[in-house]
């Protein structure tokens, strides 16, 4: 699913301090104007310590919108409620089954249980703390978990809120 094994060998996937302080003063620039911040391309942003900073690096630097895409994995409480307090406001989880046998067959060295309970935990949490995080849950479809699309859908419609979105 991820492009990140076709990077160079030995490459730091995280973007180093200095680097990302360097982008957020030069796009603080064009704040009036940026519309959004993604924090990922390819790989999972959650993987780096610094996430909860970056976040906040930006939106104290004037952008409007910052958001990532993540498998959920690591979407663990206490980083949910560090990224709502610097200010996140949209994140996107990628879950591409309804059923274990299926999401893991195509999520490798993922766990299903993990992903779903951190999902929906996310979701808590949020409504919780009436936070104004937007949030996306995303099945990339294919024909490994295609005849799963409509339980998918009923599902995730079912335990999100009206300001988030779900789609295939």
């Known amino acids: ?33 940026v519309e959004t911040v993604c924090l990922n391309r390819d790989g999972e942003p959650t993987l780096d310590k ?3 900073k970056r976040v906040k690096m930006l939106k104290e630097a004037g952008i409007r919108r910052v958001t990532f895409a993540t498998n959920g994995q690591l979407l663990l409480p206490p980083l949910i409620h560090q990224l709502m ?14 059923t274990k046998e299926t999401f893991e067959a195509i999520r490798l060295r993922l766990n299903y249980e993990t ?13 919780e703390r009436q936070a104004p995080l937007t949030v996306r849950v995303r099945m990339v479809l294919m024909e490994r978990n295609r005849h799963e699309l409509n339980d998918w859908l009923a599902f995730w419609k079912s335990h999100v809120g009206p300001q988030d979105r779900i789609y295939a």
Not at 85 to 94: C, E, K, P, R
Not at 115 to 127: A, F
């Open 115 to 127: 992903v779903l309970q951190n999902t929906l935990e996310l979701v808590h949490i949020r409504d």
């Open 50 to 52: 610094q996430l909860p």
């Open 1 to 33: 699913m991820c492009t990140i094994n076709d990077w160079e060998k030995g490459q730091n996937v995280i973007m180093s301090e200095a680097l990302y302080a360097k982008f957020v003063h030069e796009v603080a620039g064009y704040a009036d104007w």
């Open 85 to 98: 307090d610097a200010g996140l406001d949209d994140i996107m989880v990628s879950i591409d089954g309804i």
